[in-house]
């Protein structure tokens, strides 16, 4: 049984985005993280300062803002569709390795464990249990779909087929010291187990044939069998490749660049189009939002993928940057 909401989890990561645009502030420059929580200089010194006040908070911030644009957003939200209702809209689940959703994770783990927040800004961890959740329950989910296994901060080690007791636990919505019985000799309807390097693990065939039984587990979906998903359901890798899918999907429909720009009632030179393609996505939701209803698909959701593709790319360099400087 899932015990929280989205919007629950959300709200929790809505304050570990504000403590990740402190950090920038504190490491980089003082209007960094700033800039990057707005998208825009603030208007004086006084607003960075209040913004980088360790006793105000994301609740308590006095100027609005989203984080609906943000890359990790949206992986935060896939851990929740993905891992918890068993809703597969994303790229292929052999994906392993360092992507998106290692970031997105990696986050909410360096703010709940002070990595960032205490030592950088001398703040306090924030409480992130539900994201931390719906992140184990998405990487536990990928294993169990044949997917490679991705190793998370504080990981047991489980080779790349096999399960720890708390992921199935997670899956099947369970505590731990319930899925620990079910694995005793003597449990009917027994878990399967073995041991590495003195260590339990449950092998992926018996993790599957165990949790279908379960009536908290649900099983995966694929995007094939939910026809309610709109287009564009999975997002770019990065500003080169959303501005390749606008040139294919133009060529495609064997528009040239002035037509679709005159479709769109957009005022601007082919330039600007030819730029987009190449992968410098422009920060302007109204125009995006043109563009992609001139292409047939849904503008909003179209802006949402290109804007965060471009996001996506700045937040990987700001992060860099910043464990570059901590590292240093």
């Not at 959300?10 to 998208?39: H, N, T």
């Not at 709109?230 to 990065?238: H, M, P, R, T």
Request: contains cysteine; proline residues 4%.
């Amino acid at each position: 049984m899932i015990k929280f909401s989205k919007a629950e989890m959300k709200e929790e990561f809505r304050e570990v985005v504000y403590q990740f645009a402190r950090s920038a502030s504190y490491c980089l420059d003082p209007e960094a993280g700033y800039r990057l929580l707005f998208d825009r200089k603030p208007k004086s010194f006084d607003d960075v300062l209040h913004f980088m006040n360790p006793e105000v908070n994301s609740r308590t911030y006095d100027e609005p803002f989203s984080i609906d644009h943000f890359q990790a957003t949206q992986c935060i939200e896939q851990f929740y569709d993905y891992g918890l209702l068993g809703i597969r809209c994303m790229p292929p689940v052999d994906s392993g390795g360092a992507n998106e959703w290692t970031f997105a994770y990696g986050m909410v783990w360096d703010a709940s464990n002070s990595f960032l927040i205490s030592e950088s800004c001398n703040g306090d961890p924030v409480q992130a249990d539900k994201c931390l959740y719906a992140g184990k329950a998405f990487f536990a989910r990928l294993v169990l779909d044949g997917g490679h296994r991705t190793y998370l901060y504080g990981d047991e080690g489980a080779p790349s087929d096999m399960l720890t007791i708390s992921e199935v636990a997670i899956l099947a919505g369970l505590d731990d010291r319930t899925v620990r019985n079910a694995t005793s000799k003597s449990a009917a309807n027994r878990l399967e187990t073995t041991v590495v390097d003195s260590n339990i693990f449950i092998p992926r065939e018996a993790a599957k044939a165990w949790l279908s039984t379960k009536r908290g587990f649900i099983p995966t979906r694929v995007g094939d069998d939910l026809p309610s998903i709109a287009v564009l359901n999975d997002s770019f890798i990065g500003q080169e490749e959303a501005g390749d899918y606008v040139r294919k999907t133009r060529e495609r429909l064997n528009l040239a660049p002035k037509a679709l720009l005159e479709k769109a009632k957009l005022n601007v030179g082919v330039k600007w189009l030819a730029q987009l393609e190449k992968g410098d996505i422009p920060h302007d939701e109204e125009m995006l939002t043109a563009l992609g209803a001139a292409l047939g698909l849904n503008g909003t959701l179209f802006a949402l993928r290109m804007l965060e593709a471009k996001q996506k790319d700045d937040f990987s360099n700001l992060q860099r940057r910043i464990f570059s400087e901590t590292n240093a």
